[in-house]
Nanobody, 119 residues
Framework: QLTLVESGGGLVQPGGSLRLTCVAQ???????????LSWYRQDSGNQRELVAE???????NYADSVKGRFTISRDNSRKRMYLQMNSLKFEDTAAYYC??????????WGQGTQVAVSS
């Protein structure tokens, strides 16, 4: 079982930045390193959508709406994933969720962290 914990959300003005962190608590290297890690977000009334993902070898993929503004990264030694969010817009307001998929097809979710972009 993998426990994912997000942090770093908050209230920010348009144009501002936040960095989200996802920690895989008590994960061992052999479990964490093969994970495909992702950030999803969900605004009230909308479906959860993929924001960015990073594979075990560092390959990345981004939603068109965040390309050039968000950067996903991972630190295998610390069992962490990050989402650097720059040039935030009102429409980035959502709950952001950490997701991990293992090679056996199991997926895990964190509890989410709220991001609010408001002036």
């Amino acid at each position: 079982q993998l426990t994912l914990v997000e942090s770093g959300g908050g209230l920010v003005q348009p144009g501002g930045s936040l960095r989200l962190t996802c920690v895989a608590q008590r994960a061992i290297t052999s479990v964490f390193n093969p994970l495909r890690l992702s950030w999803y977000r969900q605004d009230s009334g909308n479906q959860r959508e993929l924001v960015a993902e990073i594979g075990p070898r560092g390959d990345t993929n981004y939603a068109d709406s965040v390309k050039g503004r968000f950067t996903i990264s991972r630190d295998n030694s610390r069992k962490r994933m990050y989402l650097q969010m720059n040039s935030l817009k009102f429409e980035d307001t959502a709950a952001y969720y950490c997701n991990a998929g293992d090679p056996n097809g199991r997926t895990y979710w964190g509890q989410g962290t709220q991001v609010a972009v408001s002036s």
